[in-house]
């Protein structure tokens, strides 16, 4: 299983922006390139959903509520997904979640807490 460690979450007013960072462990170097990507985030009371994937050509796909605000990226070298998020609404809190899978692997991170409140 991939153990990923994601940060960047916090409180941020309506309108901020804020950037999350997903990191696998120096262990799966050699296979990061071969992982898809992807974000999920859970609201209070909500189900998880998958706000923003990348795949390992960098094709990207992203839930309609995020277009034109969040963009997902990857740095293989770095083995990091990053999710860049603009414009953001009191709806966007949820706890962001990283996710990674390939044929052989798969695993998420803990979660990371983003807050968007006045």
């Known amino acids: 299983q991939v153990r990923l460690v994601e940060s960047g979450g916090g409180l941020v007013q309506p309108g901020g922006s804020l950037r999350l960072s997903c990191k696998a462990p120096?262990?799966?170097?050699?296979?990061?390139?071969?992982?898809?990507m992807a974000w999920y985030r859970q609201a209070p009371g909500k189900e998880r959903e998958l706000v923003a994937e990348?795949?390992?050509?960098?094709?990207?796909n992203y839930v309609d509520s995020v277009k034109g605000r969040f963009t997902i990226s990857r740095d293989n070298g770095k083995r990091s997904v990053y999710l860049q998020m603009n414009s953001l609404k009191p709806d966007d809190t949820a706890v962001y979640y990283c996710?990674?899978?390939?044929?052989?692997?798969?695993?998420w991170g803990e979660g990371t807490l983003v807050t968007v409140d006045s």
């Open positions: 990348i795949t390992t050509g960098r094709t990207t």
């Open positions: 996710y990674a899978a390939s044929d052989r692997t798969n695993g």
């Open positions: 120096t262990t799966i170097l050699s296979v990061f390139n071969t992982l898809n």
